[in-house]
């Protein structure tokens, strides 16, 4: 299955492309079209000179001696079978073993560079994971002025309650946010979605960071924070990274370590020192890594848009069949109600608390992020005796499905929080397919932590073919399995 992925990228090299001052400048840009009909006769014509260097080479090179065809074939047979004798010796092919192993010991990632994070408080790659929990640096004097940025950009805080900043907020994520391996999928936060992640108790306009071209103000780049308390080996009060975003026509600018900097000094300026983040490139280090699995609702939408496959030796009658699933939910739930907040918090603390990395939510918090929105968070308890005693919530996600005659939209729900003490977690995950289904969502997704993987088989979900990896910044914590973590990050 497609999969998308949210990579911080800081390991840029330094270059300046012609693109890129344009971007600055506030030049009008060439359509997609016109940029890829340029970039093909360039590679066309490098090819050429490439092809023109070769031929040359060819022309000057002696000519080797022909061998017959039925020689060659003898020559051929005689080496195979030289080969298979040698594997057949044990010795021969434990030394065989040896070698690869030796060789896929050389590409080891933990012998990659990683400039820019080897200047921050994070642990590295090749640390022993004996070291004890606790803050990398301590409390420190703090900057009061912004870093400086290269010529021609400018800083901004951004805004995101005054509706023209957040369009371009949401324009800027939407063109150049997280997009899947192939370039067929790209995120499509819709901006009541933004206002939901990006306000919950106690943000702070100033943690809404930006970066514009001083020559047109036109908004390149975006970072931002909010404020969580995560429980470690103690409860910590940290801010969630979210949203590093860049013009992609400026990534070799190298803007991304430079957002980090920043926001990293106006949280430090609130007296808070410690991080939370994801993304799916591997960097010093994760603290867990996770996979997302997905579950099809709209089967033959998703094989249409190539976001999966119709597996061999089946039909797509069949296929569709083996995804359906009933009209109604097996056990009766409802919506979360504001009243509800009280025993939802009650639930869901209690449920962290066996993890050994988790946040810790208040009612108000609860009241954010879980009473439902449409479009943006869905939440279903379920009672007993007139109390609930269960929940299962998950968010809306949809992505812009790119080049495709058809389908412009894909329309995605993700697992957030789900509670059992009545109900199972599979029911309660199914009945939460039974309703996304019900409400036109093409899929649902669903990472392997906390106690969600034991479902994923029996409910007909499929692994995906990408990591999630969790970071703490400027705290050491040994390293977690996936259903250790007790945290989802948007």
């Not at 970066?211 to 404020?227: C, D, E, T, Y």
């Not at 939910?329 to 504001?338: C, D, G, I, Q, T």
Request: glycine residues 4%.
């Amino acid at each position: 299955m497609a999969e998308q992925k949210k990579d911080v990228q800081v390991e840029e090299e330094e270059s300046h492309s012609e693109e890129e001052e344009a971007v600055v400048a506030g030049e009008s840009q060439p359509t997609d079209g016109q940029a890829a009909a340029k970039k093909k006769k360039k590679k066309k014509k490098k090819n050429k000179a490439k092809q023109a260097q070769v031929d040359k080479a060819a022309e000057a090179a002696p000519a080797a001696p022909a061998i017959p065809p039925a020689e060659e074939q003898k020559v051929a047979a005689a080496a195979r079978e030289e080969h298979n004798a040698a594997l057949s010796d044990p010795r021969v092919l434990r030394d065989v073993m040896a070698t690869m192993a030796r060789l896929a010991a050389s590409v080891d990632p933990k012998d990659k560079e990683f400039k820019f994070w080897h200047t921050q408080p994070v642990p590295k790659l090749n640390e022993k994971p004996t070291l004890p929990p606790g803050p990398i640096e301590g409390p420190k004097e703090v900057p009061q002025d912004s870093l400086n940025l290269p010529e021609g950009f400018q800083w901004v805080t951004l805004d995101i309650d005054d509706e023209r900043t957040m369009d371009e907020v949401y324009t800027l994520l939407r063109d150049n946010y997280v997009e899947d391996d192939g370039a067929s999928f790209r995120f499509d936060y819709s901006k009541s979605f933004l206002q939901w992640a990006l306000k919950p108790p106690g943000w702070r306009n100033d943690w809404h960071v930006g970066v514009r071209a001083v020559a047109n103000q036109k908004l390149l780049a975006f970072i931002s924070a909010i404020p969580a308390a995560l429980r470690v080996d103690k409860v910590l009060q940290v801010v969630e990274i979210n949203f590093l975003c860049v013009h992609k026509k400026l990534r070799t600018k190298r803007l991304a370590p430079v957002l980090i900097q920043e926001i990293t000094r106006r949280v430090n300026l609130q007296g808070i020192f410690q991080a939370v983040y994801t993304a799916g490139a591997l960097l010093p280090r994760p603290v867990s890594e996770c996979i997302y699995y997905h579950r099809s609702l709209n089967p033959e939408k998703l094989i249409d848009i190539k976001f999966s496959h119709l597996p061999s030796g089946t039909t797509m009658a069949r296929h569709v069949k083996k995804f359906s699933l009933p009209d109604k939910p097996e056990n009766k739930l409802r919506p979360m109600r504001v009243e509800d907040v009280g025993a939802v918090t009650g639930l869901l603390n209690a449920y962290l608390s066996k993890f050994k990395v988790a946040p810790v939510f208040t009612e108000e918090e609860v009241a954010h992020w879980f009473v439902p929105r449409k479009h943006v968070i869905s939440c279903y308890v379920h009672e007993k005796g007139g109390r609930v005693t269960d929940f299962v919530s998950y968010y809306t996600l949809p992505s812009t499905v790119m080049n495709h005659p058809e389908h412009k939209h894909l329309s995605a729900a993700y697992l957030y929080y789900t509670v059992g003490t009545t109900l199972s977690i599979k029911a309660l995950v199914n009945d939460a397919l039974i309703i996304a289904r019900s409400e036109g969502y093409d899929v649902f997704n669903a990472l392997n932590l906390m106690d969600n993987e034991p479902v994923f088989e029996p409910l007909l979900f499929g692994k995906g073919d990408g990591n999630l990896r969790y970071y703490l910044f400027n705290y050491r914590a040994p390293p977690i399995k996936a259903n250790e973590l007790g945290l989802v990050l948007l």
